[in-house]
């Protein structure tokens, strides 16, 4: 390690950064599990003084003076690690369980520690008064330890996994359109508080939930494009339908949509195809075996772009989705 410096020549370093005029500053920990609240004192300390030599206790010392068990990374590793921090120009290791041989050695103009003590009441640091030299102490701004992490650590390591759910248990998935056919149509719907279910809207959607299927809206939204109203406003929209929707059970697994106006000519409005390409990627179906089911030619004109059966409410009504649901039954009993 090219800023290491044995213990044996501190007092050779410490004559030579002095003679090259720089103010040494001087400080020592475990670091154990190297944290915010290690990092940010350390940068603190650099900013002190023009060099900045850290002694990292000895796996001997810690055991010493915190517990038999720790630490938890060896000494070399952990004087590798704080090295190589940008605010660290040299390291050394601490053999004892007090840090003032060491700092008789180097002479440091700056005693540095962190925590919420005075400086006064550090053991070592009458010691500096012999070369003019002084200790100060910084507040850290992290509220963090080594032993709080080990402590999270353990409680992490008690808790058992979550059994994972299989990538994709559903059969197919059915991609809807929303304005016209989950929810009445209302030119430019943002207000959640005008959100209504189309008749049979719900209990068709469970219907198709039941077989097996995912489902997914997918839904031109160019009132966002214009101007007229804002993404929050349209998802506040979707919050107010999912809500409306859950009542019956029915779990809608994600949202697809273009925010472009006609004018942007882009390939995710409908009749485009791209956000049913999307979907379909996504979830991992295959066209065949996906349904679409819109109010317009703009989402028959998509499914068709791309393969995909389609279905049309043609009246925003029970009988219309009934006739849909009925639709979609048959064709997945033939899988």
Same mark, same amino acid.
């Given at each position: 390690?090219?800023?290491?410096?044995?213990?044996?020549?501190?007092?050779?370093?410490?004559?030579?950064?002095?003679?090259?005029?720089?103010?040494?500053?001087?400080?020592?920990?475990?670091?154990?599990?190297?944290?915010?609240?290690?990092?940010?004192?350390?940068?603190?300390?650099?900013?002190?003084?023009?060099?900045?030599?850290?002694?990292?206790?000895?796996?001997?010392?810690i055991?010493?003076?915190?517990?038999?068990?720790?630490?938890?990374?060896?000494?070399?590793?952990?004087?590798?690690?704080?090295?190589?921090?940008?605010?660290?120009?040299?390291?050394?290791?601490?053999?004892?369980?007090r840090?003032?041989?060491?700092?008789?050695?180097?002479?440091?103009?700056?005693?540095?520690?962190?925590?919420?003590?005075?400086?006064?009441n550090?053991?070592?640091?009458?010691?500096?008064?012999?070369?003019?030299?002084?200790?100060?102490?910084?507040?850290?701004?992290? @509220?963090?330890?080594t032993? $709080?992490?080990?402590?999270?650590?353990? *409680?992490?390591a &008690?808790? +058992? /996994?979550?059994?994972?759910l #299989?990538?994709?248990?559903?059969?197919?998935?059915?991609?809807?359109?929303?304005?016209?056919?989950?929810?009445?149509s209302?030119?430019?719907?943002?207000?959640?508080?005008?959100?209504?279910?189309?008749?049979?809207?719900?209990?068709?959607?469970?219907?198709?939930?039941?077989?097996?299927?995912?489902?997914?809206?997918?839904?031109?939204?160019?009132?966002?494009?214009?101007g007229?109203?804002?993404?929050?406003?349209?998802?506040?929209?979707n919050q107010?339908t999912?809500?409306?929707?859950?009542?019956?059970?029915?779990?809608?697994?994600?949202?697809?949509?273009?925010?472009?106006?006609?004018a @942007?000519?882009c390939?995710? $409005?409908?009749?485009?195809?791209?956000? *049913?390409?999307? &979907?379909? +990627? /996504?979830?991992?179906?295959? #066209?065949?075996?996906?349904?679409v089911?819109?109010?317009?030619a703009?989402?028959?004109?998509?499914?068709?772009?791309l393969?995909?059966?389609?279905?049309?409410?043609?009246?925003?009504?029970?009988?219309?989705?009934?006739?849909?649901?009925?639709?979609?039954?048959?064709?997945?009993?033939q899988?």
């Amino acid at each position: 390690m090219a800023n290491y410096v044995d213990p044996g020549e501190l007092a050779a370093w410490g004559d030579k950064q002095r003679a090259a005029g720089l103010r040494i500053g001087f400080t020592c920990g475990a670091f154990d599990l190297l944290h915010a609240g290690h990092v940010d004192y350390l940068e603190q300390a650099r900013a002190l003084c023009d060099t900045l030599i850290v002694a990292v206790n000895s796996d001997a010392s810690i055991r010493q003076y915190k517990s038999p068990l720790r630490p938890v990374n060896p000494q070399e590793q952990r004087l590798r690690v704080v090295g190589a921090l940008r605010s660290v120009d040299a390291v050394t290791l601490l053999d004892h369980p007090r840090p003032l041989p060491l700092i008789e050695q180097i002479k440091p103009q700056l005693y540095i520690k962190g925590g919420d003590y005075a400086a006064s009441n550090l053991r070592s640091a009458k010691a500096l008064a012999a070369w003019g030299g002084q200790a100060v102490v910084i507040k850290v701004q992290f @509220d963090s330890s080594t032993t $709080r992490t080990i402590e999270r650590a353990a *409680l992490l390591a &008690a808790h +058992a /996994e979550p059994e994972k759910l #299989p990538a994709s248990a559903a059969r197919g998935i059915a991609l809807i359109d929303r304005d016209g056919t989950i929810v009445r149509s209302v030119p430019f719907l943002h207000e959640a508080s005008r959100v209504e279910l189309v008749p049979g809207a719900a209990a068709a959607l469970a219907r198709l939930q039941s077989l097996g299927l995912r489902l997914a809206i997918v839904t031109n939204q160019q009132g966002i494009g214009l101007g007229y109203f804002s993404t929050d406003d349209f998802i506040a929209v979707n919050q107010a339908t999912l809500k409306l929707l859950a009542a019956s059970g029915v779990r809608i697994s994600k949202i697809y949509y273009c925010p472009h106006s006609l004018a @942007d000519q882009c390939a995710c $409005r409908k009749p485009g195809a791209r956000m *049913l390409e999307r &979907a379909l +990627a /996504e979830f991992g179906f295959p #066209p065949g075996r996906a349904f679409v089911v819109g109010d317009s030619a703009a989402d028959s004109g998509a499914a068709q772009a791309l393969g995909v059966a389609s279905l049309q409410i043609d009246e925003p009504d029970a009988a219309s989705w009934d006739a849909a649901a009925a639709a979609i039954e048959a064709a997945v009993a033939q899988w």
